[in-house]
């Protein structure tokens, strides 16, 4: 069994506010912020390693997880924090974020599924830069294979041929059953303590939330290997579809008044806001 | 001249609001490139929903009727659009960016080949070309994009577009619908759970009343609901209450959850982390009440409250049973 995980890297999604527009428009930049594994796609590590693991928690894998980016050369990093948590190797193809779309990215995939044939490819359901939300889905098309997309909750059996996947959707669940090879892609509640369901693995809850690297897999992921290619090698059409071509600031709101009284504000809204 | 194809949202039974607001922004683009914009609707069953479909001035409605269409698999409604592009010549394919909507576009773009933008809220024609305004790095960056295929498939944020009321008569047909892809002996539909709310919609809703973490329990929610109820209002929550455990994930207003613009939000016991204002700030008019007068939520509010929500939640809900009687 091989799961496939891909990985965007992110300025800090918790200092996005900073980020910068260059004077021209034309570019986002995020100087002084900290690259970070996109966060859905972390989850997308920890939901691969709670399918294969035989005990919570035990490391021990029923399979392998490969951890797959496009990036510039320092991604390196953000794969050996993957590769810390507990996946085998790394695949690293260089590429510039500028010069990506949605759809190369999910040719580019489909290329390393050729070369890998994994039995499930789990993606995070958007970076959070982007905030796109199609490489997984465009994936599963070009692939010919079934998309669980949005999921909360993942069960497999013991023999790891499917998955019921509990999406979350509008109005509340829907509940799917694909049989591998398929694409999942992940959301939040994926790393809740129950998100994952193995059959194999039972007896106790997981963390909430990804794991943390023990020293242990830092050291040991300085060994794991990482496979360096490029778009050409793999022969992708890198013809742009999709291109951004300025960037602006939104609006900002500005803040308002603090007032004293529940009695206050109930007024303003009635007489001030016209709301009530 | 170039024509536009909606996909409608239905969801119980019901066209949604959000569909209307795809209407509003379909007309644009149709005026644009001098063509008219079409409607698609697919379900088992749509003679409910013809008559409201035909009311939003389309050139032409289509139905897509077949046993199964309801679940929305991806695997299944994605050929089914491909033929009415490819049929009707549609130069732009549209759909509210809700769930189905993101899970189903980007599959018939990789089908169709065509380039995609995601939770467009604003489109402009420059050059004789499409530019699309979407929120990036949770709403702190507009991108402005431009798609360079024949076809360009589009989801938007309804929240940013008026909703469209109509009383027209639009044609009706009722298409053929291809045969079953042979993907979709891969994927099994097991059922759908509904998240059981009496309230309004939090996507279309007049009023929001969102609780965070400073809710301390998921039975302190009632506080909220009292709140909220009491305004015809419907009930959000931060990533935080939901991780929790506090309420349902349906509830999420953020970045990554539902994004929210009503008349009146109002924002308790939550700071205002960059992914929930991310999913809120367009509300009209913000009240933040918060124990913590450095919260950034703020800085974003019209109205700030600094207290003990415990003790301003109920003392609002009197209060405005006072000035409502």
């Given at each position: 069994?091989?799961?496939?995980?891909?990985?965007?890297?992110?300025?800090?999604?918790?200092?996005?506010?900073?980020?910068?527009?260059?004077?021209?428009?034309?570019?986002?930049?995020?100087?002084?912020?900290?690259?970070?594994?996109?966060?859905?796609?972390?989850?997308?590590?920890?939901?691969?390693?709670?399918?294969?693991?035989?005990?919570?928690?035990?490391?021990?894998?029923?399979?392998?997880?490969?951890?797959?980016?496009?990036?510039?050369?320092?991604?390196?990093?953000?794969?050996?924090?993957?590769?810390?948590?507990?996946?085998?190797?790394?695949?690293?193809?260089?590429?510039?974020?500028?010069?990506?779309?949605?759809?190369?990215?999910?040719?580019?995939?489909?290329?390393?599924?050729?070369?890998?044939?994994?039995?499930?490819?789990?993606?995070?359901?958007?970076?959070?830069?982007?905030?796109?939300?199609?490489?997984?889905?465009?994936?599963?098309?070009?692939?010919?294979?079934?998309?669980?997309?949005?999921?909360?909750?993942?069960?497999?059996?013991?023999?790891?041929?499917?998955?019921?996947?509990?999406?979350?959707?509008?109005?509340?669940?829907?509940?799917?059953?694909?049989?591998?090879?398929?694409?999942?892609?992940?959301?939040?509640?994926?790393?809740?303590?129950?998100?994952?369901?193995?059959?194999?693995?039972?007896?106790?809850?997981?963390?909430?939330?990804?794991?943390?690297?023990?020293?242990?897999?830092?050291?040991?992921?300085?060994?794991?290997?990482?496979?360096?290619?490029?778009?050409?090698?793999?022969?992708?059409?890198?013809?742009?579809?999709?291109?951004?071509?300025?960037?602006?600031?939104?609006a900002a709101r500005s803040a308002g008044v603090i007032l004293e009284t529940v009695q206050e504000l109930v007024q303003k809204l009635q007489d001030e806001a016209k709301v009530l | 001249m170039g024509n536009v194809l909606i996909i409608a949202q239905i969801q119980d039974g019901e066209v949604k609001k959000a569909t209307n607001s795809t209407v509003t922004f379909a007309s644009e683009v149709a005026s644009h490139l001098g063509g008219a914009y079409s409607i698609l609707a697919l379900g088992d069953d749509l003679s409910g929903q013809s008559e409201a479909l035909a009311a939003l001035g389309a050139q032409k409605v289509f139905l897509a009727q077949a046993d199964g269409l309801d679940n929305a698999l991806a695997e299944r409604w994605a050929p089914i659009i491909e033929k009415v592009v490819v049929d009707g010549g549609f130069q732009v394919v549209v759909s509210p960016a809700s769930s189905t909507g993101k899970d189903v576009l980007p599959r018939l773009a990789a089908r169709l080949g065509a380039g995609m933008a995601s939770e467009v809220v604003q489109v402009a024609f420059n050059d004789g070309k499409l530019n699309y305004t979407r929120p990036m790095y949770a709403g702190n960056v507009n991108g402005t994009v431009v798609i360079d295929t024949p076809l360009e498939i589009i989801t938007i944020r309804p929240t940013e577009f008026e909703a469209f009321s109509s009383t027209g008569a639009s044609p009706v047909e009722k298409i053929d619908v291809p045969q079953a892809p042979e993907v979709l002996?891969?994927?099994?539909?097991?059922?759908?759970?509904?998240?059981?709310?009496?309230?309004?919609?939090?996507?279309?809703?007049?009023?929001?009343?969102?609780?965070?973490?400073?809710?301390?329990?998921?039975?302190?929610f009632k506080l909220i609901e009292d709140l909220a109820d009491l305004l015809g209002g419907a009930v959000g929550a931060t990533r935080a209450a939901v991780d929790a455990g506090y309420i349902h994930n349906d509830f999420q207003v953020g970045q990554t959850g539902?994004?929210?613009?009503?008349?009146?939000?109002?924002?308790?016991?939550?700071?205002?982390?960059?992914?929930?204002?991310?999913?809120?700030?367009?509300?009209?008019?913000?009240?933040?009440?918060?124990?913590?007068?450095?919260?950034?939520?703020?800085?974003?509010?019209?109205?700030?409250?600094?207290?003990?929500?415990?003790?301003?939640?109920?003392?609002?809900?009197?209060?405005?049973?006072?000035?409502?009687?």
């Amino acid at each position: 069994m091989k799961i496939l995980v891909t990985m965007k890297r992110v300025a800090d999604p918790d200092n996005a506010n900073k980020v910068k527009i260059s004077g021209d428009g034309t570019q986002v930049t995020s100087e002084g912020l900290e690259w970070k594994p996109n966060p859905f796609d972390e989850y997308g590590v920890e939901a691969a390693m709670r399918i294969l693991e035989d005990g919570v928690g035990s490391g021990k894998l029923r399979g392998e997880v490969v951890v797959v980016t496009i990036g510039p050369e320092e991604v390196t990093q953000q794969i050996r924090q993957c590769l810390a948590m507990g996946a085998d190797r790394g695949i690293l193809v260089s590429g510039d974020d500028t010069k990506l779309d949605a759809m190369i990215v999910a040719r580019t995939m489909a290329k390393i599924v050729e070369k890998e044939q994994p039995d499930v490819v789990i993606m995070g359901k958007q970076a959070v830069d982007g905030d796109s939300n199609q490489a997984s889905q465009m994936l599963a098309e070009i692939l010919g294979w079934p998309q669980a997309t949005f999921a909360g909750h993942v069960e497999v059996p013991e023999d790891l041929s499917s998955a019921t996947v509990t999406r979350e959707v509008d109005g509340g669940a829907a509940k799917v059953k694909v049989a591998f090879p398929a694409v999942l892609s992940v959301d939040l509640r994926i790393v809740t303590p129950t998100g994952v369901t193995n059959n194999v693995a039972t007896g106790k809850d997981y963390q909430e939330g990804p794991r943390y690297a023990s020293l242990r897999g830092i050291m040991k992921a300085k060994k794991k290997p990482i496979d360096k290619l490029t778009l050409d090698d793999l022969g992708v059409d890198q013809t742009l579809q999709v291109r951004t071509v300025s960037f602006t600031q939104p609006a900002a709101r500005s803040a308002g008044v603090i007032l004293e009284t529940v009695q206050e504000l109930v007024q303003k809204l009635q007489d001030e806001a016209k709301v009530l | 001249m170039g024509n536009v194809l909606i996909i409608a949202q239905i969801q119980d039974g019901e066209v949604k609001k959000a569909t209307n607001s795809t209407v509003t922004f379909a007309s644009e683009v149709a005026s644009h490139l001098g063509g008219a914009y079409s409607i698609l609707a697919l379900g088992d069953d749509l003679s409910g929903q013809s008559e409201a479909l035909a009311a939003l001035g389309a050139q032409k409605v289509f139905l897509a009727q077949a046993d199964g269409l309801d679940n929305a698999l991806a695997e299944r409604w994605a050929p089914i659009i491909e033929k009415v592009v490819v049929d009707g010549g549609f130069q732009v394919v549209v759909s509210p960016a809700s769930s189905t909507g993101k899970d189903v576009l980007p599959r018939l773009a990789a089908r169709l080949g065509a380039g995609m933008a995601s939770e467009v809220v604003q489109v402009a024609f420059n050059d004789g070309k499409l530019n699309y305004t979407r929120p990036m790095y949770a709403g702190n960056v507009n991108g402005t994009v431009v798609i360079d295929t024949p076809l360009e498939i589009i989801t938007i944020r309804p929240t940013e577009f008026e909703a469209f009321s109509s009383t027209g008569a639009s044609p009706v047909e009722k298409i053929d619908v291809p045969q079953a892809p042979e993907v979709l002996g891969k994927i099994e539909f097991l059922g759908f759970e509904k998240a059981e709310s009496t309230r309004p919609d939090l996507a279309e809703a007049g009023v929001v009343v969102s609780g965070g973490r400073g809710l301390k329990s998921g039975e302190n929610f009632k506080l909220i609901e009292d709140l909220a109820d009491l305004l015809g209002g419907a009930v959000g929550a931060t990533r935080a209450a939901v991780d929790a455990g506090y309420i349902h994930n349906d509830f999420q207003v953020g970045q990554t959850g539902k994004i929210v613009a009503p008349d009146l939000y109002f924002a308790v016991g939550l700071s205002g982390a960059l992914q929930h204002v991310a999913g809120m700030k367009s509300s009209k008019v913000i009240v933040a009440i918060n124990k913590d007068e450095e919260a950034p939520i703020f800085q974003v509010s019209d109205y700030g409250v600094v207290a003990d929500l415990f003790k301003a939640l109920p003392e609002l809900v009197e209060e405005i049973k006072k000035v409502a009687k």
